[in-house]
């Protein structure tokens, strides 16, 4: 099964959302990428990690590669800093996308304790422009305090990353 795992902005080129602390998406995201892929591949999965600048740079790659399944991982950022939680993205409702995202939401919200904002749909480029099913997650709020210390936390980092990497393996159930 291959399978690529985006983490979204690249480190250097766009930080992503900033916390008030001055934590950056793009470190966060790159930590749990690489983590969520170590624990794909200790399962046996083919996985391609990528982070690049350019979104078409992103899916092309994971459209040469051949990726069964496609997974990006965002933090949110909103200008109300109550806003808290996670909450999983597909292009569409109905189909393997929605299947996936469900999977990855259920598996964060569950295993976490985050606020569940559910499934959304939205017509995200990496989503409508993925080859195969794909699912973009928003861990949780790097503007909110108490989202943004869970982000800060290496052990609540790993914590989302095998979340996501069993709502992977649920999905393919
Ligand atoms: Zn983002």
Known sequence: MKMTINGGHCPGFDSGAVGATGLQEAVVVKDV????????????SDVLEVQKNELY???DASNRFGADLFVSIH???????????????????????E??????????????????????????YV???????AALVELA???????????????????FARAIARGITDYLL
């Open 141 to 159: 709020f790097i503007g909110n305090p108490e989202d943004e210390k869970m982000l800060a936390d290496q052990a609540k980092r790993d914590e």
């Open 57 to 59: 740079q992103i899916t």
């Open 127 to 133: 989503l409508k422009n993925t080859a195969c099913p």
């Open 99 to 124: 299947k996936l995202a469900g999977c990855i939401q259920r598996q964060i919200v569950n295993n976490l304790g985050t606020v569940d904002r559910g499934v959304k749909t939205d017509r995200f």
């Open 75 to 97: 933090c949110n950022a909103a200008v109300n800093r109550a806003a808290q939680g996670t909450e999983t993205y597909c292009y569409s409702l109905g189909g393997p996308g």
């Open 33 to 44: 990428m690489q983590r969520v892929a170590g624990y794909l591949r200790n399962i046996g």
